[in-house]
């Protein structure tokens, strides 16, 4: 039992990892991707995520800038450059900043009654999707920490 925990420390673990960052990565920019598309498609779409309320253009801007940071980090972390790593930063603050403050912001201008007539299975459906996410953000930022940390200290050598 104890080689399993020496294996799944030592080199699966990480790679796992890092193979489930790169699918999030890449699903949560390809959704970007199409929610531009659409909003180039129809003027009049909207788009409300977090703290971003957009429609129209705005909507195509502040659904590519994200998409390009995205797929500038995968593309710099992929090729093992010291970029990738402050690029999957930035990109995983802006969402943990918008999606956090967003449900803030929720919070404050609905106040707590709105959440206490929320039915059981919105509160599970819709926490566990938004605490995967949050998650999944936060996870990202902390390899990037991780990365630019091994980094700096390889450079200090």
Same mark, same amino acid.
């Given at each position: ?18 193979? $489930? ?5 890449? *699903?949560?920019? /390809? @959704? =970007? +991707?199409?929610?531009? #598309?659409?909003? !180039? ?34 593309? $710099? ?5 010291? *970029?990738?790593? /402050? @690029? =999957? +930063?930035?990109?995983? #603050?802006?969402? !943990? ?61």
């Amino acid at each position: 039992m104890k080689a399993v925990g020496t294996l799944m420390r030592g080199a699966f673990l990480p790679r796992l990892l890092f193979a $489930l960052m790169m699918v999030w990565l890449v *699903a949560t920019v /390809a @959704l =970007l +991707l199409g929610a531009a #598309a659409a909003a !180039l498609r129809d003027s009049s779409f909207s788009v409300v995520l977090g703290l971003i309320d957009a429609s129209g253009l705005a909507a195509v801007l502040a659904m590519l800038l994200p998409a390009v940071c995205g797929l500038g980090a995968a593309w $710099l972390v992929l090729k093992r450059r010291r *970029a990738g790593p /402050a @690029l =999957l +930063l930035l990109y995983s #603050a802006f969402w !943990l900043v918008s999606l956090g403050g967003g449900a803030i912001a929720s919070v404050v201008q609905q106040g707590l009654s709105a959440a206490a007539h929320t039915p059981l299975r919105g509160w599970l459906v819709g926490g566990s999707a938004f605490g995967t996410m949050i998650a999944a953000f936060a996870l990202m930022a902390v390899w990037s920490v991780r990365r630019l940390r091994e980094a700096a200290g390889r450079a200090a050598s």
